[in-house]
Structure formats: C-alpha cells, structure tokens
C-alpha cells in the first residue's frame, strides 16, 4: 500500500519536469510542498500551484506581462 502511495507521489511530481525547467531558465526559485504542490518565490512573494497547468498559466502571464513593459 505505501509503495502505491509512494509511485502516485513520484508520478504526481514527475508531471511537473517540464515547468520546473521553465522557472529554472526564469531564476525563479521553487520547491515542493507535501504532498505534490509546487511552490515558488517571485518577487518576493510565494505562490503555490496545484497543477502543473497552473504554473504553466503563471508563466505565461508573466512572459506576456514583461512583454507589454518592454518599451519599443
């Protein structure tokens, strides 16, 4: 029983490679919260998302933000 628990744990995080790479390239600092929430640090404020979409979503609207800041 503790090893389904454990594999559903590991397959839970492993769903989340691909945006941890997108805050690795970002400097944006993050971390796991028990069971299998992810957790960052942005600008000076943390955040926590339950879904690998959620923080897919978060990226993005930072990625447009930065982009309507940027001056011509």
Do not use: C, W
């Not at 944006?28 to 957790?39: H, N, T």
């Not at 640090?41 to 923080?55: C, D, I, N, Q, Y």
């Not at 933000?65 to 940027?70: I, K, L, Q, V």
């Amino acid at each position: 029983m503790a090893e389904d628990v454990e594999a559903e744990l590991q397959n839970d995080r492993k769903a989340y490679t691909e945006v941890k790479r997108m805050l690795r390239d970002r400097d944006i600092e993050y971390s796991f919260v028990y069971p299998s929430k992810l957790r960052i640090l942005h600008m000076g404020k943390a955040k926590s998302f339950s879904t690998p979409s959620e923080v897919k979503n978060f990226i993005d609207s930072q990625s447009k933000d930065a982009e309507a800041s940027t001056p011509e």
